[in-house]
């Protein structure tokens, strides 16, 4: 204990911002435990101005309250300014809802600069979605300069009125950062005259009151928006993104959206304003049918999940980053992407069987454009049939060859063929790498496959008579890579791989690495 001390004393001369600073890099508890060490320590605790509060366990949450209770009390008695309020509790019911209210006006009321709420209900082993804890609506009311030092504010799980909205947008002049998440209580989210906002996120909770039906943002300053819908079990009300207005944000920098009914026009209306836009996220807007991105400095793109989307344009000369993840596959014209693109294929049939029609619109999919690929394909249980026989009446495109194939499954059955799956993925896509894992019965089944396939690719006699050729006469080479961790790599050849198989654990990772004849 003596020593403990002598290490804490050798700090206790140094100005009591050095000291904020290095508690502010403990865990409050941590940095309670230390603080009782020497009176100078305890005097700058007490003044500390950053609060950091959390109980997940609704059963201690009263706990907590009076912790931050007396925590309050002893801050505000020396009459500071904080820094810094964050509050994540869990309750059991809402009768401590009345003491939240009182450290909101408490904190307000001295100048804090940060402030982060999450409160939930949680009752009866569910979560309480109608008990939502309802900001008080005078929180915000009261003009006072001292709002004016709010820079960040973070509120999850709560009820927020539309005149409470208009009330921290007026009385709120330098806030910098807005994030509101799973909230209920707004139709229209309106912020303007906040020329220092920079970043916006907003969450919905499509079963948990989504009722946001129009938004509208006038801040010149906005680098960020994001606007997600989330907790969907069923296909959720989509946000229709004709009520939102972003139109007057030219400095916008990364969009987000997620599940919003964004119509084409209203996409490329807002799109073609946003000229410095680098970051762009488009997930699961199923009223999006045909897509065309035109931004010289976008680098990051996403895309993913809107089923319905038949043609994708993007002219991006400095793009860095681009992943699709399909459930469909529209035609993709790329005019203009110098990176390799991610794409990412989830094969929902539905009950439905994938047959040779299927891996010839994959084959034209990934050809349409020039840019080098890396393609993983998510497998669900759905029963394969690959015969090229199916495919002698038909135009075949020539073959793509992709960098990099990736094999996953979800499937728990592990009695399904994968040779047909495997024969129409070579057919389809020539690739360079093909990474299986060895995470479950039906992928390594698939990695015994692949080896025998690749074993028998000197006697293509399938195909000698056909128009339409199968992947053996254009294959050149194979050889086997097969990772451990890191460093660990083993090159290994196909009887040595078979006979292993039964050792395979998850941590295993095989790589073909093939070689075509073009």
């Known amino acids: 204990m003596d020593r403990e001390k002598d290490k804490v004393d050798r700090f206790s001369n140094l100005p009591d911002f050095i000291l904020h600073h290095i508690l502010s890099f403990l865990p409050r508890n941590d940095a309670n435990r230390k603080c009782v060490l020497s009176k100078r320590w305890y005097s700058i605790w007490e003044s500390f101005p950053i609060f950091d509060f959390e109980e997940r366990d609704p059963d201690k949450a009263s706990g907590l309250m009076n ?6 009390n002893c801050f505000i008695e020396k009459k500071l300014r904080m820094q810094r309020f964050r509050l994540f509790v869990i309750l059991r019911d809402h009768q401590l809802f009345s003491m939240i209210d009182r450290w909101m006006a408490l904190v307000l009321d001295h100048g804090v600069r940060e402030m982060l709420l999450n409160v939930n209900v949680h009752s009866g082993g569910l979560f309480r979605y109608d008990h939502f804890y309802p900001l008080p609506g005078t929180a915000f009311v009261t003009v006072s300069s001292k709002f004016y030092s709010l820079q960040k504010l973070k509120m999850d799980g709560i009820i927020i009125s539309e005149n409470i909205m208009r009330n921290i947008v007026r009385n709120c002049p330098n806030l910098e950062y807005f994030f509101l998440w799973g909230f209920r209580g707004l139709k229209t989210l309106e912020i303007s005259k906040l020329d220092k906002l920079a970043i916006v996120i907003i969450g919905v909770r499509s079963n948990g009151g989504g009722e946001l039906e129009r938004v509208y943002i006038d801040a010149p300053n906005l680098k960020k928006f994001s606007l997600k819908t989330y907790y969907a079990r069923e296909l959720p009300r989509n946000i229709n993104l004709t009520g939102i207005n972003l139109t007057s944000c030219h400095l916008l920098k990364t969009l987000h959206l997620s599940k919003c009914g964004i119509t084409d026009d209203s996409f490329h209306s807002h799109l073609s304003r946003f000229s410095l836009l680098e970051d762009l996220e488009i997930s699961d807007c199923r009223m999006l049918r045909r897509i065309k991105i035109s931004v010289q400095r976008l680098k990051g793109l996403r895309l993913g999940g809107c089923e319905k989307i038949e043609m994708i344009e993007i002219d991006a000369p400095i793009l860095s980053s681009f992943r699709y993840k399909a459930c469909n596959m529209p035609v993709l014209f790329s005019k203009n992407i110098p990176c390799p693109m991610e794409i990412s294929y989830s094969m929902h049939t539905r009950g439905r069987q994938v047959i040779s029609s299927w891996f010839l619109d994959l084959r034209k999919f990934l050809g349409a454009s020039p840019q080098r690929k890396h393609f993983k394909l998510m497998h669900n249980e759905s029963e394969v049939s690959f015969d090229l026989e199916e495919l ?4 075949i495109s020539p073959v793509f060859q992709v960098d990099y194939l990736e094999l996953v499954s979800y499937s728990l059955k592990e009695d399904l063929d994968c040779g047909s799956l495997i024969d129409g993925l070579l057919w389809s896509c020539h690739p360079k790498t093909i990474f299986v894992p060895s995470d479950s ?13 690749l074993l028998d690719k000197e006697q293509p006699e399938c195909c000698t008579s056909s128009r339409v ?5 254009e294959l050149r080479g194979a050889k086997i890579e097969m990772f451990r961790g890191i460093k660990d790599v083993q090159v290994l050849d196909f009887p040595h791989l078979l006979e292993s198989l039964s050792s395979l654990t998850e941590d295993h990772q095989v790589h073909f690495k093939l070689e075509w004849n073009f």
């Open 67 to 72: 912790v931050v209770e007396k925590s309050l």
């Open 441 to 453: 019965v039906f992928l390594i089944n698939c990695i015994k496959v692949l080896c025998e396939k």
């Open 392 to 395: 002698e009446e038909v135009e």
């Open 469 to 473: 050729k199968c992947w053996r006469h």
